[in-house]
């Protein structure tokens, strides 16, 4: 396995990785009430995980103000404390050489309204109705995109090498990409282009607050999550794609998931009709893959795809060793589904030990 090209270094923005394995941004609800990630578990869990030296980590989707989020125990950028908290994790990835970007998301029509009801208007599930959510005005698209800078300086005071912006899985800034979701009639919505607006905006507001080689971006084409999917994701996406490769050539990366996946489960996909090559094809930097992959399915796509990394998600939780374990050949442990989402709760997050026969070589 260490012959292959995943297993070689490249250039990821500003920094240089020695693998291509990266940890996907996970949400598993174990920070602190007021959004500080827990010094007893989350710095130990992703300093577990950047066992292998080079390796990128990316760390779970951060409000960045109580006007972009409102789920209960996931972390902020947007406080003093939040940041001082987070110093400590990325001062124990660092310590093990490896690199970590924050990934930095708004919640937009899937927020539970406890904190801005009148943003975003009820839930679409409260009460078990269907509720349609307000539409922001134009004062509250630039506060929130403001708050993405924030976030973002307040990432990189943090220790942070870089920030990815959500813009995947039905989260606000794919829910003005998307048709199937965008309903306005003024400049941010009604053509591919206005649809792109609002998140290519946020993308040139963070690389000039922070430097394109410290922002990536993700996308999710083909996901159907949260009720996302236009009927033909491509002229939409490939404008996307086109308008960075166009502006930002020095992004950090650009960050796809594969149609096989949709939010953290498989969906059914039509392998003629659903391909994110094409728009690989568009994009000349950092390309990470996500979704669904095996050790040989990962070695395999980083064997064929110039420039290309792949995360790992569901497995990575389980095995914090993922690196170690690809390159070795190691099967993985079986993750358990039941246990990503419980607040708070070292179990199912920290207690996985190092496989065995990687002692003496890794630990």
Known sequence: MSGSKLFEPIKVGSVELQNRVVLAPLTRFRNDDDGSPNADLAV?????RALVPGTLLIAEATDPSLFAGAYPN????????????????TKAVHDKKSFIFDQIWSLGRVNPGVVQPKIYGPSPIADGEAKVPEELTKEEIH????NFVTASVNAI???FDGVEIHGAHGYLVDQFFQAVSNQRTDEY????????????EIVDKVAAAIGADKVGIRLSPFSEFQSMK?????????YIISKLQEVHPDLAYLHVVEPRVSGGSERVWNEKEESTEPFHKLWKGAWIAAGGFTPESAIEYANTHENSLVAFGRSFVSNPDLVARVKEGIAFRPYDRNQFYNAKAKEGYLGYEFAPELKGKYY
Do not use: I
Request: proline share 8%; aromatic share 12%.
């Open 230 to 238: 236009d009927e033909n994701p491509y002229p939409q996406f490939e």
């Open 74 to 89: 996931v972390p902020g950028l947007h406080t003093d404390a939040q940041v001082e908290a987070w110093k400590k994790v």
């Open 143 to 146: 506060e929130l995109q403001q």
């Open 189 to 200: 919505g009604g053509s591919v282009e206005n649809r792109a607006r609002f998140g290519l």
């Open 44 to 48: 130990p869990y992703y300093a577990e």
């Open 157 to 159: 005071n943090a220790g």
